[in-house]
């Protein structure tokens, strides 16, 4: 995601061993047609709506992604 732009990084505590965080960019917003972080569904409409699985995600599995930079949204209109 960092190399499409959709992420950077976000702050860090000086503690050693703190752990990394990102945080999403306005390119993100923009490419998923959001105003804020706000318009994203929750977690239970996308279970429910059959796009996530809490199980599947506990167990490792990971969603067939994008193949590389300028294919955001490529598989979309497959």
Avoid: C, Q, W
């Avoid at 702050?11 to 706000?38: D, I």
Wanted: glycine share 12%.
């Amino acid at each position: 995601m960092r190399s499409f732009g959709l992420i950077a990084s976000g702050p860090r505590s000086p503690t050693p061993g703190a752990p990394y965080t990102y945080v999403t960019t306005k390119h993100f917003l923009l490419e998923f047609g959001l105003e804020t972080l706000r318009d994203l569904p929750d977690f239970e409409a996308l279970e429910d709506a059959g796009l996530l699985s809490k199980e599947k995600l506990l167990a490792g599995y990971i969603m067939p992604g994008f193949s590389g930079p300028g294919e955001i949204g490529a598989d979309a209109n497959e």
